[in-house]
């Protein structure tokens, strides 16, 4: 099991930008899939971006606008939030999941490890 601590959430402006962080409690090899959601107010929770290996993928609402990536040492995490809007208030979360073959969705039961999550609101 992988601890996940997330930070860098915060209160911005329209148009403002984030940076969110997730420390992992260990390095995970190059076929975990690790990944952001997110969960606005009343909804569900929802896929942003996973990365695996080299390959990301992310959710057409933040294509465009957000960045995942990680360190070398696959011991962080991070989602670069630019242009953020009000409709990307959230709590988000970190998620790993180890998927050495097949693909990495973007689904929330498809991920085993999370973190507490950290709170992100735009105001307009």
């Known amino acids: 099991q992988v601890q996940l601590v997330e930070s860098g959430g915060g209160s911005v402006q329209a148009g403002g930008s984030l940076r969110l962080s997730c420390s992992k409690s260990?390095?995970?090899?190059?076929?975990?899939?690790s990944a952001w959601f997110r969960q606005p107010p009343g909804k569900e929770r929802e896929g942003v971006a996973n990365?695996?290996?080299?390959?990301?993928h992310y959710a057409d609402s933040v294509q465009g606008r957000f960045t995942i990536s990680q360190d070398s040492a696959r011991t962080r995490l991070y989602l670069q939030m630019d242009n953020l809007k009000p409709e990307d208030t959230a709590m988000y979360y970190c998620?790993?999941?180890?998927?050495?073959?097949?693909?990495?969705?973007?689904?929330?039961?498809?991920?085993?490890?999370w973190g507490q999550g950290t709170q992100v609101t735009v105001s307009s």
């Open positions: 998620a790993v999941a180890y998927r050495p073959w097949g693909t990495c969705p973007l689904t929330a039961g498809s991920f085993t490890d």
């Open positions: 260990t390095s995970t090899t190059k076929d975990y899939c």
């Open positions: 990365i695996r290996r080299t390959d990301t």
